[in-house]
């Protein structure tokens, strides 16, 4: 049985794709080679437990690499921040790829009208620092818990904050509304903490101030941060901070990669960090691709199956032999990538596969005859072994050609080639 596929090249085409293709490659070799780095930005809530040096142990753990730095003075506020010049100088010092924005635990609480003019104003100030000198650094607005009972010292002033439901969801509306004013991603740590809550009160997240993280706390915001910036679950992870049980570990890592990545586009949407995830529809061996990447400029498709990898934003795909083949997707910006994985498993190769190419040669099986249509006399078909040995060769005539191949079990390449120049190619495999 033979089966094949056919390729089309337009020398004119092709002579722009080489280009093309060339700088997406440098570009994409740019962008998957660079080394990230994050910068946090906080105050207690991030040094204790050293939650920086826990997010990079995490990722080692996972086999991915972080250089991190910090500066997290006890107490600070944005307005603070503002004029840190720790701070400053961190930020000018550039080439971050994250840089970490967390609040005094409390400010974000307050009203909307005193969040409004003590907070937001400084956290864009911080912002415009930060792009002014990393133009391609992603700032992560780190959404911070409400305490154990509420706020009792700003109850009286604010009763909204009264309770550690009030004051959560404070939390969250404001870390959200500046996440998106300042086109930014949030990472959704209060949340976390709230679902864990809810879902293992046992587990103390708490330190006996009812503020500040446990090492429970600390490793379930770790984890958070991991599926943040990764888009990749924490389960299973390799490192656990001291003082969390294996056991607690577990519901830790679970808890924080549904948060994220059930609702990722709740957090992510308003920031820059590409978004890879893609449908597809199949017809035996034909398999065509939907791409519902977010926040992308390129695409870099591997169909798993040793084929050159495909550029295009919604490719359709033969494959030549019955398998289970792994797509990936790499969705990138000329900053930051994403990628994303399916499997696809094809059962049934017909006898036959025909596909139309822009010259207007036609070539296809019929039963066990190999025919090209629409060529022009002096086309010149060969057909190639792997191993580079020509098998056959013969000039086309104009309009239908038929050619009954006798050859041995095994793939092979075919080619027509029209004054010299190739217009067609593909794979013959021999059953």
């Known amino acids: 049985m033979i089966t094949f596929a056919a390729k089309i090249l337009n020398p004119d085409y092709m002579r722009k794709f080489n280009t093309t293709a060339?700088?997406?490659?440098?570009?994409?070799?740019?962008?998957?080679?660079?080394?990230?780095?994050?910068?946090?930005?906080?105050?207690?809530?991030?040094?204790?437990?050293?939650?920086?040096?826990?997010?990079?142990?995490?990722?080692?753990?996972?086999?991915?690499?972080?250089?991190?730095?910090?500066?997290?003075?006890?107490?600070?506020?944005?307005?603070?921040?503002?004029?840190?010049?720790?701070?400053?100088?961190?930020?000018?010092?550039?080439?971050?790829?994250?840089?970490?924005?967390?609040?005094?635990?409390?400010?974000?609480?307050?009203?909307?009208?005193?969040?409004?003019?003590?907070?937001?104003?400084?956290?864009?100030?911080?912002?415009?620092?930060?792009?002014?000198?990393?133009?391609?650094?992603?700032?992560?607005?780190?959404?911070?818990?409400?305490?154990?009972?509420?706020?009792?010292?700003?109850?009286?002033?604010?009763?909204?904050?009264?309770?550690?439901?009030?004051?959560?969801?404070?939390?969250?509306?404001?870390?959200?509304?500046?996440?998106?004013s300042n086109n930014a991603t949030c990472v959704p740590a209060g949340?976390?903490?709230?679902?864990?809550?809810?879902?293992?009160?046992?587990?103390?997240?708490?330190?006996?101030?009812?503020?500040?993280?446990?090492?429970?706390?600390?490793?379930?915001v770790a984890c958070t941060f991991y599926s943040s910036i990764y888009h990749k679950p924490s389960d299973n992870a390799g490192y656990v901070l001291s003082g969390v049980s294996a056991a607690d570990a577990l519901n830790l890592q679970s808890i924080a990669s549904h948060t994220v990545l059930d609702s990722l586009e709740n957090w992510q949407q308003s920031g820059s960090i590409p978004y890879s995830d893609f449908s597809f529809v199949q017809n035996a061996n034909q398999v065509t691709f939907t791409n519902t990447a977010k926040r992308s400029t390129q695409y870099e498709w591997n169909f798993g199956d040793g084929s050159a990898l495909n550029t295009t934003t919604n490719p359709a795909h033969t494959y030549l032999s019955a398998g289970q083949y792994f797509v990936t997707l790499k969705a990138y910006t000329s900053c930051k990538s994403s990628s994303h994985k399916d499997t696809v498993d094809i059962t049934n190769i017909p006898n036959g596969l025909n596909e139309t190419n822009v010259s207007g040669i036609k070539a296809y099986l019929q039963d066990q005859t190999f025919i090209v249509n629409h060529a022009q006399s002096g086309d010149q078909l060969d057909i190639i072994s792997l191993a580079g040995q020509r098998v056959y060769h013969t000039r086309l005539t104009q309009g239908q050609n038929q050619y009954n191949l006798t050859l041995l079990p095994g793939s092979y390449i075919y080619r027509i080639t029209r004054d010299q120049r190739r217009v067609s190619s593909g794979n013959i495999i021999m059953k």
């Open 22 to 180: 060339l700088l997406i490659l440098l570009t994409t070799f740019s962008v998957f080679a660079e080394k990230r780095r994050i910068l946090f930005i906080g105050n207690s809530y991030t040094g204790v437990n050293d939650l920086p040096n826990t997010v990079k142990n995490l990722a080692l753990s996972f086999g991915d690499t972080l250089e991190i730095d910090s500066n997290t003075p006890g107490g600070y506020t944005f307005n603070m921040q503002s004029t840190d010049a720790t701070t400053l100088s961190k930020i000018k010092a550039g080439n971050w790829d994250y840089v970490v924005l967390q609040a005094q635990s409390q400010e974000p609480a307050f009203s909307p009208a005193q969040v409004e003019s003590d907070t937001y104003p400084y956290a864009k100030k911080l912002c415009d620092s930060i792009r002014a000198y990393n133009n391609c650094a992603e700032i992560l607005f780190y959404m911070t818990w409400g305490r154990k009972n509420g706020d009792a010292s700003n109850c009286a002033a604010y009763p909204p904050i009264c309770t550690y439901a009030g004051m959560q969801q404070r939390l969250r509306e404001s870390y959200l509304e500046m996440a998106d």
């Open 191 to 220: 949340v976390a903490w709230k679902n864990l809550r809810a879902a293992f009160p046992l587990i103390e997240l708490y330190q006996t101030d009812e503020s500040h993280p446990s090492a429970n706390g600390t490793y379930l």
